[in-house]
Nanobody, 121 residues
């Protein structure tokens, strides 16, 4: 099995910063892209940022210039540095890992349990 565990959420005032971490472990053979999604109450889950195995990144327009995604391939870990946080960033943040459990197996998506980020005004 593949385990995906997030950490680093919490309560912060508007304008503050938080850093989320996500580590993949278990029977993961290789990892392609890693990313962060979020879901606010009453809304659909949305993409926040992704990073490929070679380090190419993409961001939702709403977080560009404020959030930075990075990864440590040796540790199968992805980070999300969130600066200048706004109340509208409040959501449960989920980590996504796209990877293979074996060289001949198809890549699949693995999700963490989510971590709550609350930004107060």
């Amino acid at each position: 099995q593949v385990q995906v565990v997030e950490s680093g959420g919490g309560l912060v005032q508007a304008g503050g910063s938080l850093r989320l971490s996500c580590a993949a472990s278990g029977s993961i053979f290789s990892i392609n892209a890693m990313g962060w999604y979020r879901q606010a109450p009453g809304k659909q889950r949305e993409l926040v940022a992704t990073i490929t195995s070679s380090g190419s990144t993409s961001y939702a327009d709403s977080v560009k210039g404020r959030f930075t995604i990075s990864r440590d391939n040796a540790k199968n870990t992805v980070y999300l540095q969130m600066n200048s946080l706004k109340p509208e960033d409040t959501a449960v943040y989920y980590c996504n890992v796209n990877g293979r459990r074996g060289a001949l197996l198809r890549a699949g998506d693995y999700w963490g349990q989510g971590t709550q980020v609350t930004v107060s005004s």
